[in-house]
């Protein structure tokens, strides 16, 4: 198992949140390393012990995002979680509440979208491995189902997140579980299409 150094962590976090923190106020182009380095306390001689630039540091952002995502949808074998209406929901819906600021001003920013993008892409991607090992469907079928899945999904938060409807929790989860699990279910069956 590979060693994680502490200090690279405590750096990583601190540039994150100082991320977060001039996400809100700073157009994605406008972040300078100078200032992403004095918002985190770090010397930008650390930053580029680690990164070549704001774009390969957002990279990171994008993938601890879609990580976390990821390991949510898939800590539970996904015949189980997927038969569960609503179980990926709550915890897609607690993910995003633990930062609901920044996630929702991530994904409704037309400056910052593209990072959302990454983040649906990389999730759909992962998804899909995961829904081809554990049904019997084409890798085909497993990226289809999963890009619907994520794209539907992130598209409702950011329709939700951004005040465009008038839902409560339950009406939204309600809405979100009926389209994801009339779109699934016309490819697999979640409790008899399991791969043996």
């Known amino acids: 198992m590979k060693k994680i150094d502490r200090r690279v962590q405590k750096t990583n976090q601190a540039l994150q949140s100082a ?8 157009s994605y182009r406008n972040i300078t390393v100078k200032e992403l380095t004095e918002t985190a306390r770090i ?36 015949a189980e979680s997927l038969s569960k209406p609503g179980y990926v929901f709550d915890k897609i819906f607690d993910f995003f509440q633990q930062s609901r600021e920044f996630y929702s001003f991530m994904m409704t920013s037309v400056d910052y979208s593209f990072l959302a993008r990454k983040v649906e892409s990389k999730v759909a991607e992962g998804f899909a491995k995961a829904l081809y090992k554990s049904f019997d469907i084409s890798k085909l ?8 899945l994520i794209r539907n999904t992130l598209m409702l938060f950011r329709i939700y997140n ?21 779109g699934l279910s016309s490819f697999v069956d979640v409790v008899k299409n399991v791969r043996k």
């Open 19 to 26: 991320f977060r923190k001039l996400a809100s106020t700073t």
């Open 43 to 78: 010397n930008r001689k650390t930053f580029y012990l680690h990164y070549d630039s704001i774009d390969d540091f957002s990279s990171t952002v994008v993938d601890e995002i879609s990580d976390q995502l990821l390991q949510l949808i898939t800590e539970k074998p996904l």
């Open 141 to 148: 079928d497993s990226f289809i189902c999963a890009s619907f």
């Open 162 to 182: 951004g005040d465009q409807v008038n839902l409560d929790k339950n009406e939204f989860r309600d809405r979100l579980i009926r389209l994801n699990a009339s």
